[in-house]
Nanobody
Framework: QVQLVESGGDLVQPGGSLRLSCTASGISFSIYVMGWYRQAPGKQRELVAENTSGGSTNYADSVKGRFTISRDNAKNTVYLQMNSLKPEDTAVYYC????????WGQGTQVTVSS
């Protein structure tokens, strides 16, 4: 059984930082492309960042220079370090694992507000 479990979402003030974690089980983690997506109320789910099995990364323009995706294959975990958070970063953040088949986590809420 495949499971992706996200954690780290919280309420944070503008300019603050958070680190999200996503731990996977039931898959050969190291071969999967791991990604973070987000969905704000009334909007479509969008790619935030992804990390391939070869270590290359890709970011949405809106988060470049502020967010960093990384992975620890020994821990089956992918991280999203989010700095200089803005109110428009408020969303439910989802973890995705993809290798032919895609798997999603349940999501974690990030709220950026003063």
């Amino acid at each position: 059984q495949v499971q992706l479990v996200e954690s780290g979402g919280d309420l944070v003030q503008p300019g603050g930082s958070l680190r999200l974690s996503c731990t996977a089980s039931g898959i050969s983690f190291s071969i999967y492309v791991m990604g973070w997506y987000r969905q704000a109320p009334g909007k479509q789910r969008e790619l935030v960042a992804e990390n391939t099995s070869g270590g290359s990364t890709n970011y949405a323009d809106s988060v470049k220079g502020r967010f960093t995706i990384s992975r620890d294959n020994a821990k089956n975990t992918v991280y999203l370090q989010m700095n200089s958070l803005k109110p428009e970063d408020t969303a439910v953040y989802y973890c995705k694992a993809q290798y032919f088949t895609s798997y999603w986590g349940q999501g974690t809420q990030v709220t950026v507000s003063s």
